[in-house]
């Protein structure tokens, strides 16, 4: 059975940092592209970030550019998003989300999600 | 960038009856459309893959279809427990960074 298991979400003053983490297991980690999906409160979703199976390729939303890095351990089947100069606007639930097989990139599986709070 | 559009934003349906929500891509993406169910306080689910294809365990009363730039997604006999908000996805590129806006289908 597929798990996503994230963590690391908390409340955080404008400006400061934090870094969630995402376990995952029951599937093969290193054959898949990974992501970060986002959904501030009662809004729709919104994606964050992407890193391939080899942690050799990522990509980011324009709005968390230069903010944020996302970043794997294929030895720990760990997927982390780094974020720093965090803005109010950063308030969301962070899904961590799995690619779909054979290069798709659709969103199989979808972690539980943890709640990032930004506000003094 | 593709913009995705759904439409009706919100749709009242009663249990039994069939619902049909929409969504337009602002360019082709063939048939490179995911559809995902959210109900509240859950994370989103994937329904339906390359437009048409049910995901795992997805009841047979979901179905997909469209190309291009319109997409469907049918639900023939609405059940309680599918009363939630429905986001559309394409995936032709990389990175897949774009949703639709969602449309909530509620109990009439």
């Known amino acids: 059975e597929v798990q996503l298991v994230e963590s690391g979400g908390d409340l955080v003053q404008p400006g400061g940092s934090l870094r969630l983490s995402c376990s995952a297991s029951?599937?093969?980690?290193?054959?898949?592209?990974m992501h970060w999906v986002r959904q501030a409160p009662g809004k729709g979703l919104d994606y964050v970030a992407a890193?391939?199976?080899?942690?050799?390729?990522?990509d980011y939303a324009a709005s968390v550019k230069g903010r944020f890095t996302i970043s794997r351990d294929n030895s720990e089947n760990t997927v982390f998003l780094h974020m720093s100069s965090l803005r109010p606007e950063d308030t969301a639930v962070y899904y961590c989300?799995?690619?779909?097989?054979?290069?798709?990139?659709?969103?199989?599986?979808w972690g539980q999600g943890t709640l990032v709070t930004v506000s003094s | 960038e593709i913009v995705m559009t759904q439409s009706p934003a919100t749709l009242s349906v009663s249990p039994g009856e069939r619902a049909t929500l929409s969504c337009r891509a602002s360019?082709?993406?063939?048939?490179?459309l995911a559809w995902y169910q959210q109900k509240p306080g859950q994370a989103p689910r994937l329904l339906i893959y390359?437009?048409?294809t049910r995901a795992t365990g997805i009841p047979v009363r979901f179905s997909g279809s469209g190309s291009g730039t319109e997409f469907t997604l049918t639900i023939s006999s609405l059940q309680s427990e599918d009363f939630a908000i429905y986001y559309c996805?394409?995936?032709?590129?990389?990175?897949?960074?774009?949703f639709g806006q969602g449309t909530r289908v509620e109990i009439k």
């Open positions: 989300v799995k690619a779909g097989p054979g290069g798709q990139y659709y969103f199989d599986y």
């Open positions: 360019q082709s993406v063939s048939r490179n």
């Open positions: 996805q394409p995936y032709n590129n990389w990175p897949p960074e774009t």
């Open positions: 029951g599937f093969t980690f290193t054959s898949y592209t």
């Open positions: 890193i391939s199976s080899n942690g050799g390729g990522t």
């Open positions: 390359g437009a048409s």
